[in-house]
T-cell receptor, first 110, second 118 residues
Framework: DAKTTQPTSMDCAEGRAANLPCNHS???????VYWYRQIHSQGPQYIIH???NNETNEMASLIITEDRKSSTLILPHATLRDTAVYYC???????????FGSGTQLTVLP | GAVVSQHPSWVICKSGTSVKIECRSL??????MFWYRQFPKQSLMLMAT?????????EQGVEKDKFLINHASLTLSTLTVTSAHPEDSSFYIC??????????????FGPGTRLTVL
């Protein structure tokens, strides 16, 4: 799996959009970008994934650059409950394993 | 999304005893489950891959005789920490793999089990 690079931590004001970047410059053509988050002392939760097109679901939006070397997870209206560690993972869609990096600690401030 | 449960959610045991942690997929069949370990302020580290009806595959550095994995059914995998020591104290998380018809294979995580060895 391609290596990803994320900032260690970010803050965001409640109600504002949280934009979490991820660099994956060595991504292969058949690798997807996945985002998971882990709220303190809980198991990780799937957020969204994409290959090359931008994706949106009820939780977030995923913007992938045209060269696919980086992506941004957008939480449009962050709440206090969005405080968590966010993991960007790159892997082949058919692969079963997930390899977690260090992630970004997002803190939503009141 | 699908639900994966773990039991117990937390356990405290004495050094030298064994502890069993259960991981269940509640509404789907999981031919593959994964066990992770997470130390404080660190990321999840994959310990082993559990395949129904066959032996588990352990990651490098994980002792298979210490961390016994059994995946006897399509909805249950167990992790037994044998002869536990204080350094085994950690947050243990399982996940269950649910294949889909698309190219995306989903993985659902349990809530985790906090093990404290005294």
């Amino acid at each position: 799996d391609a290596k990803t690079t994320q900032p260690t931590s970010m803050d965001c004001a409640e109600g504002r959009a949280a934009n979490l970047p991820c660099n994956h410059s060595t991504i292969s053509g058949n690798e997807y970008v996945y985002w998971y988050r882990q709220i303190h002392s809980q198991g990780p939760q799937y957020i969204i994934h994409g290959l090359k097109n931008n994706e949106t679901n009820e939780m977030a939006s995923l913007i992938i650059t045209e060269d696919r070397k980086s992506s941004t997870l957008i939480l449009p209206h962050a709440t206090l409950r969005d405080t968590a560690v966010y993991y960007c993972i790159v892997r082949i869609g058919s692969a079963r394993q997930l390899t977690f990096g260090s992630g970004t600690q997002l803190t939503v401030l009141p | 999304g699908a639900v994966v449960s773990q039991h117990p959610s937390w356990v405290i045991c004495k050094s030298g005893t064994s502890v069993k942690i259960e991981c269940r997929s509640l509404d789907f069949q999981a031919t593959t489950m994964f066990w992770y370990r997470q130390f404080p302020k660190q990321s999840l580290m994959l310990m082993a891959t559990s395949n129904e009806g066959s032996k588990a595959t352990y990651e490098q550095g994980v002792e298979k005789d210490k961390f016994l994995i059994n995946h006897a059914s399509l909805t249950l995998s167990t992790l037994t920490v044998t002869s536990a020591h204080p350094e085994d104290s950690s947050f243990y998380i399982c996940s269950a793999h649910r294949p889909r018809t698309s190219t995306h294979n989903e993985q659902f995580f349990g809530p985790g089990t906090r093990l404290t060895v005294l």
